[in-house]
């Protein structure tokens, strides 16, 4: 779903563990979808992407899962580090064209 | 590895004043995007432009923004009369190509209208 203003949902995970990051995106015929993270002061950094066709893609430490029926899209991430800290968001591409919509967000904290 | 830069990083304006936000795309990129973060919020997009024209705008940019490549390296982005609303990080992106493809972001201009 969507976050408006400051309230980011949170997701606080232990150094080492597994985190689970999900999306729920909003419009059945976008056919591409984006992960970035973004840190303080830093503008959307490329994570990994996925089309429409796929249901799973594989990058280094992390996975993004597709779900159509639900529309939902998740962004694993293996071994945690304190790096990974920053806010996490989805994005989606509809029919090929310009424009990213994005999701509202979820802050990533990890602790030591 | 390649990058978008965005200057400056922080732009202090008088409201009603003219402010022009640059941006230099990743080289051999074709596709270049302004979008624009109110402190707080998601992302949000702007404008699309490919091949000196528009492809694509928001309900957002209206008749005070516009955007312009006036050579072959650099992207602006205009505001004509600024507002207190239009305080907001602004991120430029551009891609080898709409669709399939990845957008690849500056760290943005801060705007701060007073």
């Known amino acids: 779903g969507e976050s408006v203003g400051l309230h980011l949902p949170t997701l606080s995970v232990q150094e080492g563990d597994n985190s689970i990051i999900n999306c729920a995106y909003s419009?059945?015929?976008?056919?591409?979808f984006i992960w970035y993270k973004q840190e303080s002061g830093k503008g959307p950094q490329f994570i990994i992407d996925i089309r429409s066709n796929m249901d799973k893609r594989q990058g280094q430490r992390v996975t993004v899962l597709l779900n159509k029926t639900v529309k939902h899209l998740s962004l694993q991430i293996a071994a945690t580090q304190p790096g990974d800290s920053a806010v996490y968001f989805c994005?989606?591409?509809?029919?090929?064209?310009?424009?990213?919509?994005f999701g509202g967000g979820t802050r990533l904290m990890v602790k030591p | 590895e390649p990058e978008v830069t965005q200057t400056p990083s922080h732009q202090v304006t008088q409201m009603g004043q003219e402010v022009i936000l640059r941006c230099v795309p990743i080289?051999?990129?074709?596709?270049f995007y302004w979008y624009r973060q109110i402190l707080g919020q998601k992302v949000e997009f702007l404008v699309s432009?490919?091949?000196?024209?528009?492809?694509?705008k928001s309900e957002i940019f209206d008749d005070q923004f516009s955007v312009e490549r006036p050579d072959g390296s650099n992207f602006t982005l205009k505001i004509r009369s600024t507002k207190l609303e239009d305080s907001a990080m602004y991120f430029c992106?551009?891609?080898?190509?709409?669709?399939?493809?990845?957008?690849?972001f500056g760290d943005g201009t801060r705007l701060s209208i007073l």
């Open positions: 994005a989606e591409v509809l029919n090929a064209g310009n424009m990213l919509t």
């Open positions: 992106a551009s891609s080898e190509r709409p669709g399939w493809r990845p957008q690849h």
């Open positions: 432009f490919y091949n000196n024209e528009i492809s694509e």
């Open positions: 419009n059945s015929a976008s056919d591409y």
């Open positions: 080289s051999n990129h074709l596709y």
